[in-house]
């Protein structure tokens, strides 16, 4: 039998009990004759604290230290789990992301993994031990510094090193069963997908889906690398995220694999640019000089009396005071009248495959949205997604009544989350 990579999320080792029920289905994975590598994240809401903490101390915590910070979470976690493993008879090696061979690029808060080379991995393997990595981190290879690869990254450590270790498939262990058609804490009747493809999958994670990192699902791409999205709490089957289907495939799929939300972005209108050429580029230039991630962008059709139009895009929310700043210092260059800030929005997106080839989804959509009286603010689709921007107070009902809408309701009962604080 082969390599097979775990990932145990926050919620999955929260507490001393947490760790030691993980312990034991590692070792039963063990016993069956796998050899186990093993992805662990911080306990519970170590991260969230850890960050509180450093804003206590300074607003603006350096990020080469933030991340020295940060990265203590999982030393505990993965400290820990190796001696609830050894307390159940086996040998377990804990491992920094640094010590694991996880080399990134130097860009603090976000870094991206540029190769990984696990040496001391495979030889704790071969010493028959069961090797624990930390999750979310690495070590800068120009400046050799450690650095995290973004929130939620685990999952993408736990990818990446089952693709360099040629695993034979890849378990993210979480608080719920599964990827779900929604989130199961806004939509309780929400049914578990038995699969997903990689495609979709991407979408669902791009649009605010936190059940998986989306860089994760980038590298299950990339390497075809099998990965089964479960629950630590039960044993059940969980989601597989397979292979981009095939047109036939297609054919007896559902048309609509999920909706999911996203309450991180802003929105920012430049009021009154003059309707010239060149005018949107020097706007978008200045925001991408500041490395500034745009997602939806919509320009109203000019006034012929004056001819001005208003340019309306969302961002990160994180990123809202910087781009402000970056379009104040171009005003006078672009002449526009004013700007306006809008961080109480959402998004809500409408995923699948299925409707590249069949009509009137888009409709019946935004049916469901005005019959719960929701207001669309912006509108922006791909081939297999719609997505609409609503005020941050409607992103529930909006999230409801499209998932009623495309009969995704199960009646099997509520979906069960069996753990994590939801922070
Ligand atoms: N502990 C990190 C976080 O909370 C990484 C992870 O959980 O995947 O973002
Ligand atoms: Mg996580």
Not at 355 to 370: D, Q, V
């Amino acid at each position: 039998m082969g390599i097979v990579v775990q990932k145990y999320g926050g919620s999955s080792v929260a507490d001393a009990t947490g760790i030691k029920r993980v312990a034991q289905r590692i070792v039963n994975t063990k016993k069956a004759g796998h050899d186990v590598v093993v992805v662990v994240s911080a306990m519970g809401d170590t991260t969230d604290e850890l960050r509180d903490l450093a804003e206590q101390v300074t607003p603006l915590p350096p990020p080469r230290e933030l991340d020295m910070l940060l990265t203590a979470g999982e030393r505990i976690s993965m400290a820990l789990l190796a001696m609830a493993i050894a307390q159940l008879g086996h040998k377990a090696r804990s491992f920094t992301g640094s010590q694991a061979g996880v080399i990134t690029d130097a860009a603090h808060g976000n870094a991206k993994i540029i190769d990984i080379t696990p040496g001391r991995i495979v030889n704790a393997l071969k010493e028959d031990a069961i090797a624990i990595v930390a999750g979310f981190q690495g070590v800068s290879q120009t400046t050799k510094d450690i650095t995290t690869l973004g929130r939620g990254a685990s999952d993408t450590t736990a990818v990446a090193l089952a693709a360099a270790m040629g695993a034979e498939c890849c378990e993210i262990y979480s608080d719920v069963d599964g990827v779900f058609t929604a989130d199961p804490r806004i939509v309780p009747s929400a049914r578990k997908l038995d699969r997903i493809s990689t495609e979709e999958m991407l979408e669902m994670a791009a649009c605010g889906a936190k059940i998986l990192h989306l860089r994760c699902v980038e590298y299950a791409r990339r390497y075809e690398m099998p990965v089964h999205v479960r629950s630590s709490f039960s044993h059940k089957e969980g989601t597989w995220i397979v292979p981009t289907s095939t047109e036939e495939d297609e054919m007896e799929q559902a048309i609509i694999v999920g909706v999911a939300h996203d309450r991180s972005e802003a929105k920012i209108t430049v009021v009154g640019v003059p309707d010239k050429v060149g005018e949107a580029a020097r706007i978008f230039e200045a925001l991408a000089a500041v490395e500034i991630n745009i997602d939806m962008v919509v320009q109203n059709v000019s006034a012929a009396a004056t001819g001005l139009t208003d340019i309306s895009f969302t961002l990160p929310r994180a990123d809202g005071q910087r781009a402000m700043s970056a379009l104040a210092r171009i005003q006078d260059e672009v002449g526009y009248d004013k700007l306006l800030y809008d961080d109480q929005i959402g998004k809500v997106s409408l995923i699948g495959a299925g409707m590249r080839s069949h009509p009137g989804i888009t409709a019946r959509f935004f049916s469901a949205l005005a019959s719960a009286g929701v207001n669309i603010e912006m509108i922006s689709t791909s081939e297999i997604r719609i997505s609409v921007i609503v005020d941050e107070s409607e992103v529930d009902t909006a999230v409801q009544v499209t998932h009623t809408a495309f009969d995704l309701d199960s009646e099997a009962g509520e979906a069960v989350v069996y753990g994590g604080t939801g922070r």
